[in-house]
């Protein structure tokens, strides 16, 4: 259960990489804007907060990615926590944004659920 949960874990630091690039690389592209549904204006409006949320993606993912490898090397304790704390912030940020936008629930379901399965699994394989 400990490896499923970690690679629970990794895929959704994976699917975080990839919100980080659409969210502070690719804002304004015709293809970040139709995952997000927002127009040029709106987009380059909110090019600043979208990149400082797309940061924020890459660091809940960084922060998996390193757990992962201390959990690798031997440092469980270590690595489980931050494992824990990255997919469990994303956990909350999905149930965030279902909660302030029931029309983004498809997108919050998919921020949420590999993370949630992840964080499970981790503690199964932990306390098992």
């Excluded at 709106?42 to 890459?58: I, R, V």
């Excluded at 992962?68 to 990255?86: D, M, W, Y």
Aim: proline share 2%; charged share 10%; glycine share 10%.
């Amino acid at each position: 259960m400990l490896i499923a949960g970690l690679v629970f874990a990794a895929v959704a630091a994976l699917i975080h990489v990839f919100i980080f690039y659409l969210e502070s690389v690719a804002w304004t592209t015709p293809r970040a804007r139709a995952v997000f549904g927002t127009s040029q204006q709106e987009a380059e409006a909110t090019k600043a907060l979208a990149l400082n949320q797309g940061f924020y993606n890459l660091f809940l993912a960084v922060s998996i990615a390193l757990g992962i490898v201390l959990v690798a090397a031997g440092q469980k304790a270590v690595g489980s926590t931050l494992v824990f704390a990255g997919a469990g912030s994303m956990v909350a940020a999905g149930l965030v944004l279902i909660v302030s936008d029931r029309s983004k629930a498809s997108a919050a379901l998919k921020q949420l659920v590999p993370p949630a399965i992840g964080v499970v699994l981790l503690a199964v394989g932990l306390l098992g």
